[in-house]
């Protein structure tokens, strides 16, 4: 199963690693970049695990929780597309 990553997805990833930055802190950005990323890495041996997002209850639009943030993505039948990578508390609005 392919694993496809939305230009905001990769946006959200480097919007982390400069928060971190400007708190002088980098390598915690860094470190939750890394974590993210293998946490992505192991969807294609269960495409089902993540639960279906709260916001829109659809089979296909699922997440992966990894503290403090929400792993976005779509479940399609032979790919996963990674949409959005978010602190937990915000609400999921996907753009049109």
Partial sequence: M??????????DLQDIKDYYQSQLVP???????RE???????????PDKGRKVPEFN??????????PFRIIYLREISSIHIVRIWRSERLLVLEE
């Fill in 2 to 11: 392919k694993i496809l990553i939305a230009d905001s997805a990769f946006a």
């Fill in 27 to 33: 390598e915690v950005g860094d470190k939750f970049v």
């Fill in 36 to 46: 993210i990323i293998q946490h992505i890495e192991t969807l294609p041996a269960n």
């Fill in 58 to 67: 659809q089979q296909k639009i699922r997440e992966l929780i990894h503290p």
